[in-house]
């Protein structure tokens, strides 16, 4: 939701960079291919982060993502402005090919995009709980080196 915002470019908007922590690219595609309930037409995907080791989806979902919400080059040459994408490569929710693809695209245009790779070994699933400081001292240089942020002795004067 976040990337088809910032590609509008509403000059009423304020958004001078984005971060991104595991989106869900791709999102669809999985959807595409989840178990579906006969009797409620709920889509299934696997998770570790739900009892049962199913999350339940309504199909509207699925709908919405492949009628406003698809991920292509068009998207990619509207944003102009700094990203910083950190993933998991141990993600099972979110795959990174996905993520990749994508940040691929942003390379192709204006844009300034990071793609911080996260191993498993260093807490690279889906939530990222392990590896948080890591993100916050690498999201913390990013936004320095594109002018997002500036030092708090630079703001007081």
């Known amino acids: 939701?976040?990337?088809?915002?910032?590609?509008?470019?509403?000059?009423?908007?304020?958004?001078?960079a984005l971060v991104l922590l595991a989106p869900g690219f791709g999102l669809a595609q999985r959807l595409q291919q989840a178990e579906v309930d006969a009797t409620t037409g709920v889509l299934y995907l696997p998770s570790d982060y739900v009892p049962g080791g199913r999350l339940g989806v309504a199909q509207n979902l699925l709908h919405d993502l492949e009628q406003n919400h698809g991920l292509d080059a068009t998207v990619a040459q509207a944003l102009h402005l700094p990203i910083f994408i950190a993933h998991g490569e141990d993600d099972d929710t979110v795959?990174?090919?996905?993520?990749?693809?994508?940040?691929?695209?942003?390379?192709?245009?204006?844009?300034?995009?990071?793609?911080?790779?996260?191993?498993?070994?260093?807490g690279g699933?889906?939530?990222?709980?392990?590896?948080?400081?890591?993100?916050?001292?690498?999201?913390?240089?990013?936004?320095?080196?594109?002018g997002v942020l500036v030092a708090e002795d630079e703001c007081s004067s």
């Open 1 to 16: 939701m976040a990337v088809h915002v910032a590609a509008r470019r509403n000059p009423l908007s304020h958004i001078c």
């Open 95 to 122: 795959a990174i090919e996905d993520v990749a693809a994508f940040h691929d695209l942003l390379g192709a245009g204006p844009t300034q995009a990071h793609l911080l790779r996260i191993s498993g070994d260093d």
């Open 125 to 146: 699933d889906h939530r990222l709980n392990r590896c948080i400081g890591r993100i916050l001292v690498e999201l913390e240089s990013f936004l320095r080196q594109h």
